[in-house]
Protein backbone atom coordinates (compact mmCIF):
# COMPACT_ATOMS: atom_id res chain seq x y z
CA UNK A 1 0.00 0.00 0.00
CA UNK A 2 1.56 3.37 -0.82
CA UNK A 3 1.38 6.19 1.44
CA UNK A 4 1.29 9.47 0.20
CA UNK A 5 1.30 13.26 2.48
CA UNK A 6 -0.07 16.38 1.27
CA UNK A 7 -0.87 19.67 2.85
CA UNK A 8 -4.78 19.90 2.05
CA UNK A 9 -7.27 17.06 1.22
CA UNK A 10 -8.05 17.20 -2.29
CA UNK A 11 -11.13 18.71 -3.46
CA UNK A 12 -14.22 16.25 -3.02
CA UNK A 13 -12.70 12.81 -2.74
CA UNK A 14 -14.51 9.38 -3.41
CA UNK A 15 -13.68 8.17 -0.10
CA UNK A 16 -12.30 10.48 3.10
CA UNK A 17 -11.38 9.40 6.85
CA UNK A 18 -11.35 10.75 9.79
CA UNK A 19 -9.90 9.64 13.46
CA UNK A 20 -12.72 10.44 16.14
CA UNK A 21 -12.04 9.87 20.04
CA UNK A 22 -14.77 8.38 21.43
CA UNK A 23 -18.02 10.64 22.25
CA UNK A 24 -15.88 13.21 20.90
CA UNK A 25 -17.58 14.26 17.26
CA UNK A 26 -15.85 16.78 15.64
CA UNK A 27 -17.55 19.88 15.60
CA UNK A 28 -17.37 20.74 12.00
CA UNK A 29 -18.95 17.14 10.47
CA UNK A 30 -21.85 18.05 8.88
CA UNK A 31 -25.28 17.67 10.33
CA UNK A 32 -26.19 14.83 8.32
CA UNK A 33 -23.13 12.71 9.33
CA UNK A 34 -23.43 13.71 13.16
CA UNK A 35 -27.45 12.41 13.07
CA UNK A 36 -26.22 9.30 11.12
CA UNK A 37 -23.61 8.60 13.68
CA UNK A 38 -25.77 9.15 16.27
CA UNK A 39 -28.84 6.93 14.64
CA UNK A 40 -26.56 4.47 14.30
CA UNK A 41 -25.11 4.36 17.60
CA UNK A 42 -21.29 5.29 16.32
CA UNK A 43 -19.78 7.00 19.43
CA UNK A 44 -15.68 6.32 18.42
CA UNK A 45 -15.22 2.97 19.82
CA UNK A 46 -11.77 1.50 19.34
CA UNK A 47 -12.13 0.19 15.50
CA UNK A 48 -16.04 1.38 15.04
CA UNK A 49 -16.20 3.00 11.48
CA UNK A 50 -19.42 4.83 10.84
CA UNK A 51 -20.14 5.55 6.68
CA UNK A 52 -21.93 8.09 5.37
CA UNK A 53 -22.16 10.20 2.61
CA UNK A 54 -22.27 14.01 1.68
CA UNK A 55 -22.08 15.84 -0.89
CA UNK A 56 -19.37 17.73 -1.82
CA UNK A 57 -19.24 20.45 -4.81
CA UNK A 58 -21.22 18.55 -7.08
CA UNK A 59 -20.35 15.58 -6.36
CA UNK A 60 -21.07 12.91 -3.83
CA UNK A 61 -18.40 12.04 -0.60
CA UNK A 62 -18.33 8.78 1.32
CA UNK A 63 -16.97 10.15 4.86
CA UNK A 64 -15.62 7.51 6.93
CA UNK A 65 -15.37 8.29 10.63
CA UNK A 66 -13.10 5.46 12.44
CA UNK A 67 -13.26 5.48 16.39
CA UNK A 68 -9.73 5.37 18.65
CA UNK A 69 -11.88 4.74 21.55
CA UNK A 70 -11.08 6.29 24.92
CA UNK A 71 -7.65 6.63 24.79
CA UNK A 72 -4.98 7.54 26.99
CA UNK A 73 -2.19 6.20 28.80
CA UNK A 74 -0.49 2.44 27.71
CA UNK A 75 -2.96 1.40 25.07
CA UNK A 76 -3.63 4.64 22.91
CA UNK A 77 -1.04 3.72 19.84
CA UNK A 78 -3.02 0.50 19.85
CA UNK A 79 -6.31 1.69 19.87
CA UNK A 80 -4.95 4.44 16.96
CA UNK A 81 -3.80 1.13 14.83
CA UNK A 82 -6.71 -0.73 15.37
CA UNK A 83 -9.00 2.72 13.96
CA UNK A 84 -6.40 2.56 11.03
CA UNK A 85 -7.18 -1.32 10.64
CA UNK A 86 -10.49 -0.92 10.72
CA UNK A 87 -10.55 1.58 7.96
CA UNK A 88 -8.67 -1.10 5.60
CA UNK A 89 -10.86 -3.97 7.01
CA UNK A 90 -14.25 -1.78 5.39
CA UNK A 91 -12.47 -0.19 2.56
CA UNK A 92 -9.71 -3.36 1.14
CA UNK A 93 -12.47 -4.94 -1.80
CA UNK A 94 -14.76 -2.13 -1.68
CA UNK A 95 -13.95 -0.61 -5.22
CA UNK A 96 -12.54 1.98 -3.58
CA UNK A 97 -8.45 2.21 -4.42
CA UNK A 98 -7.50 6.02 -2.60
CA UNK A 99 -8.43 7.04 0.91
CA UNK A 100 -7.30 10.06 1.83
CA UNK A 101 -6.92 10.25 5.80
CA UNK A 102 -7.93 13.96 6.61
CA UNK A 103 -6.02 14.71 10.04
CA UNK A 104 -6.00 18.28 9.81
CA UNK A 105 -7.37 19.38 13.54
CA UNK A 106 -7.58 15.37 14.35
CA UNK A 107 -4.79 16.42 17.36
CA UNK A 108 -2.68 13.71 17.05
CA UNK A 109 1.22 13.63 17.36
CA UNK A 110 3.09 12.38 14.88
CA UNK A 111 3.74 8.80 16.14
CA UNK A 112 0.02 8.77 16.86
CA UNK A 113 -0.76 9.39 13.12
CA UNK A 114 1.79 6.89 11.70
CA UNK A 115 0.72 4.53 14.22
CA UNK A 116 -2.96 5.17 12.50
CA UNK A 117 -0.87 4.55 9.35
CA UNK A 118 0.47 1.18 10.39
CA UNK A 119 -3.09 -0.29 11.44
CA UNK A 120 -4.05 0.19 7.72
CA UNK A 121 -0.87 -0.90 5.92
CA UNK A 122 -0.91 -4.72 8.50
CA UNK A 123 -4.65 -4.94 8.04
CA UNK A 124 -4.86 -4.51 4.32
CA UNK A 125 -1.80 -7.44 3.76
CA UNK A 126 -3.22 -10.51 1.97
CA UNK A 127 -1.68 -13.27 0.04
CA UNK A 128 -3.72 -13.57 -3.03
CA UNK A 129 -0.74 -15.52 -4.92
CA UNK A 130 -2.57 -18.36 -5.97
CA UNK A 131 -6.31 -17.13 -5.99
CA UNK A 132 -7.09 -17.06 -9.82
CA UNK A 133 -10.22 -17.30 -9.82
CA UNK A 134 -11.48 -14.02 -7.85
CA UNK A 135 -14.68 -11.87 -8.57
CA UNK A 136 -14.18 -9.00 -9.43
CA UNK A 137 -15.68 -7.77 -6.06
CA UNK A 138 -13.66 -9.79 -4.36
CA UNK A 139 -10.51 -8.67 -5.21
CA UNK A 140 -8.73 -5.74 -3.29
CA UNK A 141 -9.62 -3.00 -4.77
CA UNK A 142 -7.21 -0.07 -1.95
CA UNK A 143 -4.07 0.35 -3.05
CA UNK A 144 -3.18 3.76 -1.80
CA UNK A 145 -3.62 5.79 0.99
CA UNK A 146 -3.33 9.71 0.73
CA UNK A 147 -2.69 11.57 4.15
CA UNK A 148 -4.15 15.18 4.23
CA UNK A 149 -2.78 17.80 6.98
CA UNK A 150 -0.88 15.18 8.87
CA UNK A 151 1.03 16.90 11.84
CA UNK A 152 5.08 17.64 11.23
CA UNK A 153 7.00 14.70 11.47
CA UNK A 154 4.66 12.00 10.00
CA UNK A 155 6.48 11.22 7.16
CA UNK A 156 9.09 10.42 9.06
CA UNK A 157 7.63 8.18 11.76
CA UNK A 158 5.96 6.74 8.89
CA UNK A 159 9.48 5.82 7.49
CA UNK A 160 10.36 4.09 10.54
CA UNK A 161 6.77 2.46 10.67
CA UNK A 162 6.96 1.24 7.07
CA UNK A 163 10.04 -0.91 7.39
CA UNK A 164 8.72 -2.52 10.76
CA UNK A 165 5.69 -3.31 8.00
CA UNK A 166 7.43 -4.56 5.79
CA UNK A 167 8.91 -7.01 8.31
CA UNK A 168 6.14 -8.05 9.47
CA UNK A 169 5.12 -8.77 6.42
CA UNK A 170 7.42 -10.57 4.95
CA UNK A 171 7.02 -13.56 7.94
CA UNK A 172 3.45 -13.43 7.09
CA UNK A 173 4.55 -14.70 3.49
CA UNK A 174 7.19 -16.58 4.66
CA UNK A 175 4.29 -18.40 7.13
CA UNK A 176 1.46 -18.34 4.47
CA UNK A 177 3.57 -19.91 1.46
CA UNK A 178 2.91 -23.66 0.95
CA UNK A 179 5.44 -26.20 1.93
CA UNK A 180 5.97 -27.35 -1.53
CA UNK A 181 7.14 -23.73 -2.21
CA UNK A 182 9.03 -22.49 1.17
CA UNK A 183 11.36 -25.39 2.10
CA UNK A 184 14.85 -24.92 3.52
CA UNK A 185 16.81 -23.83 0.01
CA UNK A 186 14.01 -21.78 -1.15
CA UNK A 187 13.59 -20.53 2.48
CA UNK A 188 16.87 -19.37 2.41
CA UNK A 189 16.20 -17.93 -1.29
CA UNK A 190 13.49 -15.81 -0.45
CA UNK A 191 15.56 -14.06 1.92
CA UNK A 192 18.65 -13.47 -0.61
CA UNK A 193 16.02 -11.53 -2.78
CA UNK A 194 14.77 -9.48 0.23
CA UNK A 195 17.31 -8.98 1.95
CA UNK A 196 19.49 -7.44 -1.70
CA UNK A 197 20.32 -4.17 -1.37
CA UNK A 198 19.57 -3.84 2.69
CA UNK A 199 22.71 -3.87 4.15
CA UNK A 200 22.25 -7.45 6.19
CA UNK A 201 24.80 -9.86 5.84
CA UNK A 202 23.38 -13.53 4.70
CA UNK A 203 25.26 -16.54 5.10
CA UNK A 204 24.05 -20.55 4.86
CA UNK A 205 25.38 -23.56 5.77
CA UNK A 206 24.46 -26.50 4.22
CA UNK A 207 24.02 -30.03 5.62
CA UNK A 208 27.92 -31.10 5.20
CA UNK A 209 28.76 -28.05 6.77
CA UNK A 210 26.90 -28.95 9.97
CA UNK A 211 27.92 -32.27 9.60
CA UNK A 212 31.38 -31.07 10.43
CA UNK A 213 30.10 -29.18 13.27
CA UNK A 214 28.49 -32.04 14.79
CA UNK A 215 25.04 -30.97 14.69
CA UNK A 216 23.94 -34.69 14.79
CA UNK A 217 20.41 -33.25 16.56
CA UNK A 218 19.02 -31.03 13.72
CA UNK A 219 20.47 -33.52 11.12
CA UNK A 220 18.99 -36.23 12.38
CA UNK A 221 15.48 -34.34 11.71
CA UNK A 222 16.41 -33.16 8.43
CA UNK A 223 17.60 -36.69 7.31
CA UNK A 224 14.09 -38.33 6.22
CA UNK A 225 13.75 -35.29 3.70
CA UNK A 226 14.77 -35.36 -0.03
CA UNK A 227 15.63 -31.41 0.67
CA UNK A 228 18.21 -30.74 2.39
CA UNK A 229 18.13 -29.07 5.70
CA UNK A 230 20.29 -25.05 6.03
CA UNK A 231 21.13 -22.88 8.61
CA UNK A 232 20.85 -19.33 7.64
CA UNK A 233 22.31 -16.65 9.33
CA UNK A 234 21.08 -13.10 9.07
CA UNK A 235 23.39 -10.41 10.14
CA UNK A 236 22.88 -6.83 11.09
CA UNK A 237 25.51 -5.26 12.44
CA UNK A 238 24.11 -1.48 12.86
CA UNK A 239 25.43 -0.93 16.16
CA UNK A 240 29.05 -0.21 17.59
CA UNK A 241 31.97 -2.74 16.71
CA UNK A 242 32.79 -3.22 20.36
CA UNK A 243 29.29 -4.21 20.90
CA UNK A 244 28.38 -8.12 21.66
CA UNK A 245 25.12 -9.32 18.86
CA UNK A 246 21.94 -9.92 20.53
CA UNK A 247 21.40 -13.07 18.67
CA UNK A 248 17.80 -14.49 17.87
CA UNK A 249 16.87 -17.71 16.96
CA UNK A 250 13.98 -19.02 15.31
CA UNK A 251 12.34 -22.96 14.67
CA UNK A 252 12.23 -23.44 10.55
CA UNK A 253 10.63 -26.61 9.95
CA UNK A 254 8.99 -25.79 6.64
CA UNK A 255 6.51 -29.30 6.78
CA UNK A 256 5.90 -31.23 10.30
CA UNK A 257 4.43 -34.65 9.51
CA UNK A 258 5.61 -35.57 13.08
CA UNK A 259 8.35 -37.86 10.94
CA UNK A 260 7.90 -41.56 11.63
CA UNK A 261 5.81 -41.19 14.94
CA UNK A 262 3.53 -39.13 12.34
CA UNK A 263 0.81 -37.00 13.04
CA UNK A 264 -2.62 -37.58 12.00
CA UNK A 265 -3.90 -36.33 8.97
CA UNK A 266 -6.41 -34.11 10.42
CA UNK A 267 -5.20 -30.47 10.43
CA UNK A 268 -1.98 -31.57 9.37
CA UNK A 269 -1.79 -29.37 6.58
CA UNK A 270 -0.84 -26.50 9.93
CA UNK A 271 2.34 -27.59 10.19
CA UNK A 272 2.93 -25.55 7.20
CA UNK A 273 3.41 -22.55 9.71
CA UNK A 274 5.67 -25.01 11.80
CA UNK A 275 8.83 -22.67 10.40
CA UNK A 276 6.62 -19.49 12.05
CA UNK A 277 9.40 -18.86 14.57
CA UNK A 278 12.17 -18.82 11.52
CA UNK A 279 9.87 -16.36 9.77
CA UNK A 280 9.60 -14.40 12.90
CA UNK A 281 13.70 -14.01 12.89
CA UNK A 282 14.12 -13.48 9.04
CA UNK A 283 10.87 -10.81 9.12
CA UNK A 284 12.64 -8.80 12.21
CA UNK A 285 16.04 -8.62 10.75
CA UNK A 286 13.97 -7.39 7.87
CA UNK A 287 12.50 -4.46 9.76
CA UNK A 288 15.57 -3.73 11.53
CA UNK A 289 17.85 -3.29 8.18
CA UNK A 290 15.08 -1.00 7.03
CA UNK A 291 15.27 0.96 9.32
CA UNK A 292 18.88 1.27 10.28
CA UNK A 293 18.44 0.41 13.56
CA UNK A 294 21.81 1.22 15.79
CA UNK A 295 22.53 -2.08 16.99
CA UNK A 296 23.94 -5.76 16.50
CA UNK A 297 21.61 -8.41 16.26
CA UNK A 298 22.38 -11.88 14.42
CA UNK A 299 19.10 -13.93 13.26
CA UNK A 300 19.37 -17.28 12.85
CA UNK A 301 17.53 -19.85 11.44
CA UNK A 302 17.09 -23.51 11.40
CA UNK A 303 15.42 -24.87 8.46
CA UNK A 304 14.52 -28.19 8.25
CA UNK A 305 11.41 -30.56 7.02
CA UNK A 306 10.47 -33.42 9.54
CA UNK A 307 9.14 -36.58 6.78
CA UNK A 308 8.92 -40.05 7.22
CA UNK A 309 10.82 -41.78 5.27
CA UNK A 310 13.30 -44.69 4.57
CA UNK A 311 16.19 -42.37 5.54
CA UNK A 312 13.95 -41.26 8.40
CA UNK A 313 15.21 -41.21 12.03
CA UNK A 314 13.26 -43.92 14.25
CA UNK A 315 12.26 -43.38 17.90
CA UNK A 316 14.72 -44.67 19.77
CA UNK A 317 17.83 -43.38 17.84
CA UNK A 318 20.30 -41.68 20.15
CA UNK A 319 22.04 -38.41 18.68
CA UNK A 320 24.97 -36.27 19.22
CA UNK A 321 24.34 -33.00 19.30
CA UNK A 322 26.77 -29.87 18.82
CA UNK A 323 27.24 -29.48 22.53
CA UNK A 324 28.53 -33.04 22.79
CA UNK A 325 25.62 -33.67 24.64
CA UNK A 326 23.56 -37.30 23.99
CA UNK A 327 19.95 -37.27 23.42
CA UNK A 328 17.45 -39.92 22.68
CA UNK A 329 14.33 -39.15 20.80
CA UNK A 330 11.49 -40.68 22.07
CA UNK A 331 9.26 -38.91 20.10
CA UNK A 332 10.38 -37.84 16.49
CA UNK A 333 7.25 -35.11 15.92
CA UNK A 334 9.24 -33.34 19.05
CA UNK A 335 11.85 -32.56 16.58
CA UNK A 336 11.81 -28.55 17.11
CA UNK A 337 13.86 -28.95 20.39
CA UNK A 338 16.68 -31.16 18.28
CA UNK A 339 16.69 -28.23 15.58
CA UNK A 340 16.79 -25.36 18.39
CA UNK A 341 19.53 -27.15 20.58
CA UNK A 342 22.23 -27.14 17.73
CA UNK A 343 21.42 -23.89 16.54
CA UNK A 344 21.70 -22.45 19.92
CA UNK A 345 25.05 -24.39 20.24
CA UNK A 346 25.92 -22.99 17.13
CA UNK A 347 25.21 -19.31 17.94
CA UNK A 348 27.13 -19.18 21.52
CA UNK A 349 30.21 -20.65 20.07
CA UNK A 350 30.21 -18.41 17.05
CA UNK A 351 29.01 -15.13 17.83
CA UNK A 352 29.70 -15.19 21.85
CA UNK A 353 26.13 -13.15 22.55
CA UNK A 354 25.12 -11.75 25.70
CA UNK A 355 21.63 -12.62 25.04
CA UNK A 356 20.09 -15.87 22.77
CA UNK A 357 16.18 -15.35 22.53
CA UNK A 358 14.54 -18.25 20.62
CA UNK A 359 11.38 -18.46 19.04
CA UNK A 360 9.22 -21.22 18.24
CA UNK A 361 6.09 -23.11 17.19
CA UNK A 362 7.65 -25.74 19.91
CA UNK A 363 4.23 -27.67 21.31
CA UNK A 364 0.55 -28.19 21.47
CA UNK A 365 0.58 -27.57 24.84
CA UNK A 366 1.60 -24.05 24.81
CA UNK A 367 -1.97 -23.63 22.38
CA UNK A 368 -4.15 -25.69 25.35
CA UNK A 369 -2.61 -23.14 28.20
CA UNK A 370 -3.00 -19.90 26.71
CA UNK A 371 -5.06 -20.45 23.43
CA UNK A 372 -4.29 -17.99 20.73
CA UNK A 373 -3.59 -14.90 23.06
CA UNK A 374 -0.38 -15.09 24.35
CA UNK A 375 2.77 -16.76 23.46
CA UNK A 376 4.86 -18.83 26.43
CA UNK A 377 7.70 -17.36 27.88
CA UNK A 378 10.81 -19.07 29.82
CA UNK A 379 13.75 -17.47 30.86
CA UNK A 380 16.86 -18.20 33.12
CA UNK A 381 17.03 -14.09 33.68
CA UNK A 382 14.49 -12.57 35.15
CA UNK A 383 15.86 -9.32 33.67
CA UNK A 384 15.38 -10.05 30.08
CA UNK A 385 11.92 -11.63 31.06
CA UNK A 386 10.81 -8.56 31.88
CA UNK A 387 12.37 -6.90 29.02
CA UNK A 388 10.55 -9.26 26.34
CA UNK A 389 7.26 -8.93 28.46
CA UNK A 390 7.43 -5.29 27.98
CA UNK A 391 8.26 -5.52 24.44
CA UNK A 392 5.02 -7.88 24.13
CA UNK A 393 2.78 -5.70 25.42
CA UNK A 394 4.25 -2.41 23.76
CA UNK A 395 3.98 -4.23 20.15
CA UNK A 396 1.05 -5.80 20.98
CA UNK A 397 2.66 -9.21 20.37
CA UNK A 398 2.04 -10.56 23.76
CA UNK A 399 4.07 -13.01 26.30
CA UNK A 400 2.85 -14.42 29.16
CA UNK A 401 5.72 -16.26 31.79
CA UNK A 402 6.44 -20.34 32.93
CA UNK A 403 8.17 -21.31 35.24
CA UNK A 404 11.20 -23.63 34.90
CA UNK A 405 13.40 -25.36 37.70
CA UNK A 406 15.50 -28.55 38.22
CA UNK A 407 12.63 -30.53 38.93
CA UNK A 408 10.96 -30.54 35.61
CA UNK A 409 14.44 -30.97 34.29
CA UNK A 410 14.84 -34.38 35.81
CA UNK A 411 11.94 -35.64 33.64
CA UNK A 412 13.74 -35.31 30.31
CA UNK A 413 16.60 -37.74 31.85
CA UNK A 414 17.36 -40.93 29.89
CA UNK A 415 18.18 -44.59 30.98
CA UNK A 416 20.49 -44.79 28.11
CA UNK A 417 21.25 -41.30 26.66
CA UNK A 418 22.15 -37.63 28.14
CA UNK A 419 18.03 -36.84 27.95
CA UNK A 420 15.17 -37.85 26.40
CA UNK A 421 14.06 -35.59 23.64
CA UNK A 422 10.24 -35.55 25.26
CA UNK A 423 9.10 -35.84 29.05
CA UNK A 424 5.46 -36.96 30.39
CA UNK A 425 2.24 -35.70 28.99
CA UNK A 426 2.05 -32.74 31.81
CA UNK A 427 3.77 -29.77 31.51
CA UNK A 428 4.77 -30.82 28.17
CA UNK A 429 5.83 -26.77 27.09
CA UNK A 430 7.79 -26.59 30.44
CA UNK A 431 9.72 -29.84 29.58
CA UNK A 432 10.60 -28.46 25.79
CA UNK A 433 12.17 -25.54 27.63
CA UNK A 434 14.04 -27.14 29.96
CA UNK A 435 15.15 -29.38 27.19
CA UNK A 436 16.19 -26.59 25.25
CA UNK A 437 18.15 -24.69 28.73
CA UNK A 438 20.47 -27.89 28.74
CA UNK A 439 21.85 -26.15 25.68
CA UNK A 440 22.35 -22.66 27.07
CA UNK A 441 26.01 -22.16 28.07
CA UNK A 442 27.22 -20.10 31.25
CA UNK A 443 27.25 -16.61 31.43
CA UNK A 444 24.42 -16.29 28.69
CA UNK A 445 21.03 -14.73 29.15
CA UNK A 446 18.81 -17.12 27.27
CA UNK A 447 14.72 -16.76 27.03
CA UNK A 448 12.63 -19.05 24.91
CA UNK A 449 9.43 -18.36 23.21
CA UNK A 450 7.12 -20.79 22.47
CA UNK A 451 4.52 -19.37 19.81
CA UNK A 452 2.74 -22.21 18.49
CA UNK A 453 -0.89 -20.40 19.38
CA UNK A 454 0.26 -17.39 17.77
CA UNK A 455 1.49 -17.28 14.50
CA UNK A 456 -2.12 -18.40 12.28
CA UNK A 457 -5.30 -17.06 13.23
CA UNK A 458 -8.39 -18.68 11.97
CA UNK A 459 -10.25 -15.28 12.35
CA UNK A 460 -8.99 -12.31 11.87
CA UNK A 461 -7.59 -9.78 14.57
CA UNK A 462 -7.26 -6.53 15.65
CA UNK A 463 -4.32 -5.61 12.87
CA UNK A 464 -4.41 -9.06 10.92
CA UNK A 465 -6.36 -11.09 8.19
CA UNK A 466 -7.11 -14.77 9.12
CA UNK A 467 -4.11 -16.48 7.83
CA UNK A 468 -0.56 -15.51 8.93
CA UNK A 469 -0.68 -12.96 11.42
CA UNK A 470 3.05 -11.93 11.17
CA UNK A 471 3.35 -12.93 14.79
CA UNK A 472 6.92 -12.05 16.92
CA UNK A 473 8.54 -9.91 14.31
CA UNK A 474 7.34 -7.09 15.94
CA UNK A 475 7.90 -8.31 19.58
CA UNK A 476 11.57 -8.49 18.44
CA UNK A 477 11.46 -5.04 16.62
CA UNK A 478 10.39 -4.03 19.75
CA UNK A 479 12.83 -5.47 21.87
CA UNK A 480 15.67 -4.43 20.00
CA UNK A 481 14.19 -0.63 20.33
CA UNK A 482 13.72 -0.80 23.79
CA UNK A 483 17.04 -2.69 25.07
CA UNK A 484 19.56 -2.79 22.06
CA UNK A 485 19.66 0.89 20.27
N1 LIG B 1 5.18 -28.24 15.65
C1 LIG B 1 4.66 -29.03 16.70
C2 LIG B 1 3.92 -28.20 17.74
C3 LIG B 1 2.63 -27.61 17.28
C4 LIG B 1 1.48 -28.36 17.30
C5 LIG B 1 2.58 -26.31 16.86
C6 LIG B 1 0.29 -27.81 16.89
C7 LIG B 1 1.41 -25.75 16.45
C8 LIG B 1 0.25 -26.51 16.46
C9 LIG B 1 5.79 -29.78 17.40
O1 LIG B 1 6.83 -30.15 16.59
C10 LIG B 1 5.21 -31.01 17.97
O2 LIG B 1 4.80 -31.84 17.21
N2 LIG B 1 5.16 -31.10 19.28
C11 LIG B 1 4.61 -32.21 19.94
C12 LIG B 1 5.52 -32.57 21.07
C13 LIG B 1 5.21 -33.88 21.70
C14 LIG B 1 5.50 -35.00 20.74
C15 LIG B 1 6.02 -34.02 22.95
C16 LIG B 1 3.23 -31.81 20.45
O3 LIG B 1 3.07 -30.68 20.88
O4 LIG B 1 2.33 -32.64 20.36
MN1 LIG C 1 6.52 -32.02 15.68
ZN1 LIG D 1 7.14 -29.04 14.90
Given at each position: ???????????????????????????????????????????????????????????????????????????????????????????????????????????????E?????L????????????????K?????????????????????A?????????G???????????????Y??????????????????????????????????????????????????????????????????????T?????????????????????????????????????????????????????????????????????????????????????????????????????????????G?????????????????????????????????????????????????????????????????????????????????????????????????AT??????????????????????
Amino acid sequence: MNVSFTETAPKSPSLLARIVEQDKLPADLPVAIVQGAESSRFTGKTGQVFEGFVEDSGSVVRLALAGVGKTNGDTRLANLERAGAALAAKYLTSGESTLVLDLAGSGLAADEAAAVLLGLRLRSWRWDAYRTKLKEEQKRSLEEVVVAGAPEGTAAAWDEQAAVAKGVEFTRELVAEPANVIYPQSFVERCRERFEGTGAEISVLDEDEMRELGMGALLGVSQGSVRDGKLLVIKWMGGKAKDKPTVFVGKGVTFDTGGISLKPPAGMEDMKWDMGGAGAVAGAMLALAGRKAKANVIGVCGLVENMPDGNAQRPGDIVTTMSGQTVEVINTDAEGRLVLCDAITYVQREFKPKTVVDLATLTGAMMIALGMEHGGLFANSDDLADKLLAAGKQSGDKLWRFPLSPAYDKLIDSPIADMKNVGPRWGGSITAAQFLQRYVEEGVDWAHCDIAGMVWADKPGATWDKGATGFGARLIDTFVRENCE
